[in-house]
């Protein structure tokens, strides 16, 4: 479905109002448009089911034979918490699968992982969706997502607590069996993890 324009800015200038701001005055009169605008960009990930995204960014070539793991790391997104519709930023997204016999456009990994995170949501769910998204498109079981993240409903209200970093991992297939595979992948995103912590 898609963004209701007329709705957003309709809420816009009641919350504008309800703030004790005046929605009228010169820098906030055409705020709900801005807004509506950018939530019509921000938010384009709605639209579509994770099914439908695969669907979108599923095109794949011949696998070459012996196929290693492929990474793509430090792909930067941002997103919007679900419980307080606050930015999540500072998000970089590391993406490894093992192809089976297709592999996938590098962009298009970058782009999944872009769509997936213009929603409202969690650190946690946007690493199963892309894994989800990446299994449906590369036919490959064996993906995993590594995030970490910086919540503004953490850094910027409540405990306001600015340095802390989120990470979450997201293990599917042989990733999620294999200890090894797991330090592996870890370590060429170069985050430092011993055994022990795993």
């Known amino acids: 479905m898609a963004v209701d324009q007329e709705k957003i800015r309709e809420h816009i200038r009641g ?4 703030i004790g701001e005046d929605p009228d005055r010169e820098g906030l009169r055409e705020t709900p448009d801005r807004v509506a605008r950018m939530y019509n960009e921000i938010f384009e990930g709605i639209q579509y089911s994770n099914d439908e995204i695969a669907e ?3 095109k794949t070539f011949d696998a070459p034979i012996n196929n290693d793991m ?3 790391k430090d792909i930067e997104i941002f997103s919007y ?3 307080h519709m606050a930015l999540m930023y500072d998000m970089k997204v590391s993406v490894a699968y093992i192809p089976r016999d297709r592999v996938i456009g590098l962009s298009k990994i970058a782009r999944i ?3 997936v995170g213009k929603r409202l949501q969690l650190q946690e769910k946007i690493g199963t969706d892309i894994a989800y998204i990446m299994e449906k498109a590369t036919l490959s079981p064996d993906v995993a997502v590594i995030i970490t993240g910086k919540h ?3 850094t910027a209200r409540g405990i306001k607590n600015t340095p802390a970093v989120t990470l979450t991992t997201t293990f599917r297939g042989a990733f999620a069996d294999d200890m090894d595979l797991q330090e592996r992948v870890l370590r060429l995103i ?3 993890v011993s055994r022990e912590d795993i």
């Open 15 to 18: 919350i504008l109002e309800a």
């Open 56 to 58: 979108m960014f599923n």
């Open 70 to 72: 492929v990474v793509v």
């Open 81 to 83: 918490c679900e419980h």
């Open 113 to 115: 992982a872009d769509m």
């Open 152 to 154: 503004s409903c953490m």
């Open 190 to 192: 170069d985050l430092r």
